[in-house]
């Protein structure tokens, strides 16, 4: 079955820059949607598209790909942002099925 | 403001059929704007995608549950469901119920629901 690969966690200074992969094939063709997942509550949208925030998502959250990977990067990390974080994008060789990826835990220092 | 609230009993027996609802405040799965889904979290585990449904009652869902996972309609615009036959205690998680847009390359779970926990356990 298709997987999306994400390192299974990173930690992160107080105001400091990290970034967060996500790698698979799809990505060369379908940009993925990433979530925010804090302990206890439902994930969260925070990137779509290219490098799109829904309303209300910082913008110290952006996203970039190149070739079969994605990243999502913290710019001035907070503590707030601590918890799991998710990729998902469509499985090309279906076309029809989502998957996501296996969450990277990001702890702020 | 859309909302969306997944509801169903939080113990079922192995082997039994899970029932879930979900009921969205705030818009209409009748615009035709959006596909409805299911996603399910595992105690301590990631997020996997079940399925989606469509206005037109036109559902797909993941391959890996075989024909174990039916996502259907509700009777009013305002709600669907998720049936999961034949479960195992495999099958204990976290379900969450969220609004699906698809826009050319780009996807998104945009709005979620709040969970509920569902045990599989005899």
């Known amino acids: 079955s298709y997987e999306l690969t994400q390192d299974p966690a990173v930690s992160v200074a107080l105001g400091q820059t990290v970034r967060i992969t996500c790698q698979g094939d799809?990505?060369?063709?379908?940009?993925p949607s990433w979530y925010q997942q804090r302990p206890g509550q439902a994930p969260v949208l925070i990137i779509y598209?290219?490098?799109d925030r829904p309303s209300g998502i910082p913008d110290r959250f952006s996203a970039s790909s190149s070739g079969d990977t994605a990243s999502l990067t913290i710019t001035g990390a907070q503590a707030e942002d601590e918890g799991d974080y998710y990729c998902?994008?469509?499985?090309?060789?279906?076309?029809?099925?989502?998957?996501f990826g296996s969450g990277t835990k990001v702890t702020v220092l | 403001q859309v909302q969306l609230q997944a509801s169903g009993p939080g113990l079922v027996k192995p082997s039994q059929t899970l029932s879930l609802t979900c009921v969205i405040s705030?818009?209409?799965?009748?615009?035709?704007?959006?596909?409805w889904a299911w996603i399910r979290q595992p105690p301590g585990k990631g997020l996997e995608w079940l399925g989606y449904?469509?206005?037109?009652?036109?559902?797909y869902n993941n391959p890996s549950l075989n024909t174990r996972v039916t996502i259907l309609l509700g009777a009013s615009k305002s709600h669907f469901s998720l049936k999961l036959a034949s479960v195992t205690a495999a099958d204990t998680a976290i379900y969450y119920c969220?609004?699906?847009?698809?826009?050319?390359?780009?996807?998104?779970?945009?709005?979620w629901g709040q969970g509920t926990e569902v045990t599989v356990s005899s």
């Open positions: 998902n994008s469509r499985d090309t060789s279906s076309g029809r099925n989502y998957v």
């Open positions: 969220a609004r699906f847009r698809t826009q050319g390359s780009s996807d998104a779970f945009d709005i």
């Open positions: 598209g290219k490098n």
């Open positions: 449904l469509y206005y037109s009652g036109t559902s």
């Open positions: 799809s990505l060369r063709t379908y940009y």
């Open positions: 705030g818009d209409s799965i009748s615009n035709g704007l959006y596909y």
